[in-house]
């Protein structure tokens, strides 16, 4: 693409009728539907405008694009919390720009549980909640890999099917690009996937169907305003009606000054973690909100991990936006393209769903070649001790160079989601930071669970199996990382039980709520989903932007 779709910072006005704040699946999809039906619209977006070409696709660079004081703009957003980590990221358009592109429907028993108010229990039942998620779907142009059980990696997630028994197993919906070469259903110029492995981060080759291709250009050109760089901070309720917005206008090596802005209509789509932040540091400067805020925190019982240097090549290693390098002769395909589905006639807390997340890519292949000998031996589970000679040579191979015969290529990442028990907390800390506590959170027994299934896994592929998380000094062992972060603000039927209405209104903590302040993202969601989420994200987005815009004055 080589027209921005982000306006000039020297035309954000003083005052609009509606602000989005982010522009993930939330954001650009509200912005999006608002926008369509004739109602004036502005996306603050703290981060930058990625343009295809410019992400990262070598180890200094994405070194250099991780968001930390002294590079707001980052694409990499990590927060190192005491009990459990999360990765996200940062950017026009959000998370959608390193995700994994996975489009996967909870299970329907998932909407029965009674976490979820009444009124979305009702439309999961009637099948009328599906509609939403169609309209999405089709909107970002899922689908699955047209060749899935031709890549090397699936093959190897089939092979411990052979053992199991109630269980799904084929290839996802993904939001990549398969067929279009050249303007989209919106105007915009895609190429086909090259199977090159770098979706989580960035894609080079314009091929994922990242929000940045779909919802946010079709939102400018339905009159939206779109603007990066800008950070809200807190949020502040006008006597008159409306809210004052403060904010900081962020470069690339420092953080800006406070300012202020105003709307009318406030939609928080800064991200499970951003948008219950905002709220917090709102609260602390006065705004009244339901006291279960930051409550439910889950990491849709994500767990990594490993299996290493097996007995069979993977085909794992990514290549990039670089089909003319020798390193393209590996044909890895998109990061996730299939999944295992266990225990389907159990209860859907017994359940889990394992992915390949399995390609490395390009910018960190030769990292893990180094990184990944030393992990395995201090923190691995041997399974393959009989075949020692065969697996030190292919070790040998990857330390004397790239090498599609080395360890890393005969190594599988997985991906497992499960129900966890949705205990964290979100809290600002004394450095006015973000924390998430949850003291508890490895003593879910579904994690017991997971880790047999990742070990039977490992030694199918007679690899050693490695828990991919990062060493926590608090507790002596790994935490877990999520990239799935969800809860925090509560879809609810009153204050005492979620921080957002049905609609995604904000309750006022006093038996009402917050006229035109709403929550649209991952934080509203009040359970984990054992599925990749954001396709739910964005279902829910479009049935609440659909309200806001049938609304009088826009909700």
Same mark, same amino acid.
């Given at each position: 693409?080589s027209e921005h779709l982000a306006n000039s910072s020297g035309q954000l006005r003083s005052e609009y009728e509606t602000i989005v704040v982010g522009s993930g699946y939330g954001g650009a999809i509200t912005a999006a539907r608002l926008a369509e039906s004739g109602r004036p619209v502005c996306i603050l977006e703290r981060g930058r405008e990625w343009i295809p070409g410019d992400f990262p696709d070598t180890g200094e660079k994405l070194a250099g694009?991780?968001?930390?004081?002294?590079?707001?703009?980052?694409?990499?957003?990590?927060?190192?919390?005491?009990?459990?980590?999360?990765?996200?990221?940062?950017?026009?358009?959000?998370?959608?720009?390193?995700?994994?592109?996975?489009?996967?429907?909870?299970?329907?028993?998932?909407?029965?549980?009674?976490?979820?108010?009444?009124?979305?229990?009702?439309?999961?039942?009637?099948?009328?909640?599906?509609?939403?998620?169609?309209?999405?779907?089709?909107?970002?142009?899922?689908?699955?890999?047209?060749?899935?059980?031709?890549?090397?990696?699936?093959?190897?997630?089939?092979?411990?099917?052979?053992?199991?028994?109630?269980?799904?197993?084929?290839?996802?919906?993904?939001?990549?690009?398969?067929?279009?070469?050249?303007?989209?259903?919106?105007?915009?110029?895609?190429?086909?996937?090259?199977?090159?492995?770098?979706?989580?981060?960035?894609?080079?080759?314009?091929?994922?169907?990242?929000?940045?291709?779909?919802?946010?250009?079709?939102?400018?050109?339905?009159?939206?305003?779109?603007?990066?760089?800008?950070?809200?901070?807190?949020?502040?309720?006008?006597?008159?009606?409306?809210?004052?917005?403060?904010?900081?206008?962020?470069?690339?090596?420092?953080t800006g000054e406070e300012r202020t802005l105003g709307a009318k209509q406030v939609v928080l789509s800064a991200g499970t973690l951003g948008s219950t932040e905002i709220l917090l540091r709102s609260v602390a400067a006065g705004l009244a909100v339901s006291g279960r805020l930051g409550e439910g925190f889950s990491g849709n019982g994500d767990f990594l991990a490993?299996?290493?240097?097996?007995?069979?090549?993977?085909?794992?290693?990514?290549?990039?936006?670089?089909?003319?390098?020798?390193?393209?002769?590996?044909?890895?395909?998109?990061?996730?393209?299939?999944?295992?589905?266990?225990?389907?006639?159990?209860?859907?807390?017994?359940?889990?769903?394992?992915?390949?997340?399995?390609?490395?890519?390009?910018?960190?292949?030769?990292?893990?070649?180094?990184?990944?000998?030393?992990?395995?031996?201090?923190?691995?589970?041997?399974?393959?001790? &009989?075949?020692?000679?065969? =697996? @030190?040579?292919?070790?040998?191979? #990857?330390?004397?160079?790239?090498?599609?015969?080395? $360890?890393? !290529?005969?190594?599988?990442?997985?991906?497992?989601?499960?129900?966890?028990?949705?205990?964290?907390?979100?809290?600002?800390?004394?450095?006015?930071?973000?924390?998430?506590?949850?003291?508890?959170?490895?003593?879910?027994?579904?994690?017991?669970?997971?880790?047999?299934?990742?070990?039977?896994?490992?030694?199918?592929?007679?690899?050693?199996?490695?828990?991919?998380?990062?060493?926590?000094?608090?507790?002596?062992?790994?935490?877990?990382?999520?990239?799935?972060?969800?809860?925090?603000?509560?879809?609810?039927?009153?204050?005492?039980?979620?921080?957002?209405?049905?609609?995604?209104?904000?309750?006022? &903590?006093?038996?009402?709520? =917050? @006229?035109?302040?709403?929550?649209? #993202?991952?934080?509203?969601?009040?359970?984990?989903? $054992?599925? !990749?989420?954001?396709?739910?994200?964005?279902?829910?987005?479009?049935?609440?932007?659909?309200?806001?815009?049938?609304?009088?004055?826009?909700?």
């Amino acid at each position: 693409m080589s027209e921005h779709l982000a306006n000039s910072s020297g035309q954000l006005r003083s005052e609009y009728e509606t602000i989005v704040v982010g522009s993930g699946y939330g954001g650009a999809i509200t912005a999006a539907r608002l926008a369509e039906s004739g109602r004036p619209v502005c996306i603050l977006e703290r981060g930058r405008e990625w343009i295809p070409g410019d992400f990262p696709d070598t180890g200094e660079k994405l070194a250099g694009a991780v968001r930390r004081k002294g590079n707001p703009l980052g694409l990499f957003d990590y927060y190192l919390c005491k009990d459990i980590d999360v990765l996200k990221g940062s950017g026009l358009g959000g998370s959608s720009l390193v995700n994994a592109n996975v489009a996967l429907r909870p299970d329907p028993e998932a909407f029965a549980d009674p976490r979820w108010p009444k009124l979305y229990r009702d439309l999961a039942a009637s099948g009328e909640l599906w509609a939403y998620y169609q309209r999405a779907e089709q909107m970002l142009h899922v689908g699955p890999h047209p060749k899935a059980l031709e890549l090397t990696k699936v093959q190897m997630i089939q092979k411990a099917t052979a053992k199991l028994t109630d269980y799904k197993f084929g290839p996802l919906n993904i939001a990549v690009n398969f067929d279009v070469d050249g303007p989209n259903h919106v105007g915009v110029q895609q190429k086909k996937c090259i199977n090159c492995g770098d979706c989580i981060t960035g894609c080079n080759v314009t091929a994922k169907n990242t929000l940045y291709m779909n919802y946010l250009p079709y939102a400018r050109q339905k009159g939206a305003e779109i603007f990066t760089q800008i950070e809200v901070r807190k949020i502040a309720a006008r006597p008159g009606g409306g809210y004052t917005i403060t904010y900081r206008h962020n470069q690339a090596d420092k953080t800006g000054e406070e300012r202020t802005l105003g709307a009318k209509q406030v939609v928080l789509s800064a991200g499970t973690l951003g948008s219950t932040e905002i709220l917090l540091r709102s609260v602390a400067a006065g705004l009244a909100v339901s006291g279960r805020l930051g409550e439910g925190f889950s990491g849709n019982g994500d767990f990594l991990a490993l299996a290493y240097n097996g007995a069979y090549r993977t085909n794992v290693l990514g290549y990039g936006n670089h089909p003319e390098s020798e390193r393209a002769q590996v044909q890895p395909g998109p990061t996730i393209v299939s999944a295992i589905q266990y225990d389907r006639g159990k209860p859907l807390d017994q359940r889990i769903t394992l992915q390949d997340f399995t390609t490395f890519p390009s910018g960190l292949v030769d990292t893990f070649r180094y990184a990944l000998p030393p992990l395995a031996l201090t923190t691995g589970k041997g399974t393959h001790w &009989g075949h020692v000679v065969a =697996h @030190a040579e292919r070790v040998g191979r #990857d330390l004397v160079g790239w090498n599609p015969e080395g $360890a890393a !290529n005969h190594s599988m990442v997985y991906l497992v989601m499960a129900i966890d028990h949705g205990a964290g907390r979100m809290t600002l800390g004394g450095d006015d930071k973000l924390q998430i506590t949850w003291p508890d959170l490895l003593k879910d027994p579904i994690f017991d669970k997971v880790k047999a299934a990742l070990l039977a896994h490992a030694q199918t592929l007679d690899a050693t199996y490695v828990h991919l998380g990062r060493f926590n000094p608090w507790t002596l062992r790994n935490n877990l990382v999520t990239a799935h972060p969800l809860g925090g603000c509560h879809l609810a039927e009153s204050a005492d039980r979620g921080v957002v209405d049905v609609d995604g209104t904000v309750f006022d &903590g006093k038996g009402g709520v =917050h @006229a035109g302040l709403h929550v649209v #993202d991952g934080a509203i969601i009040p359970m984990a989903l $054992a599925v !990749n989420p954001f396709i739910t994200i964005s279902a829910f987005a479009e049935r609440i932007a659909e309200r806001l815009a049938a609304a009088p004055g826009g909700g």
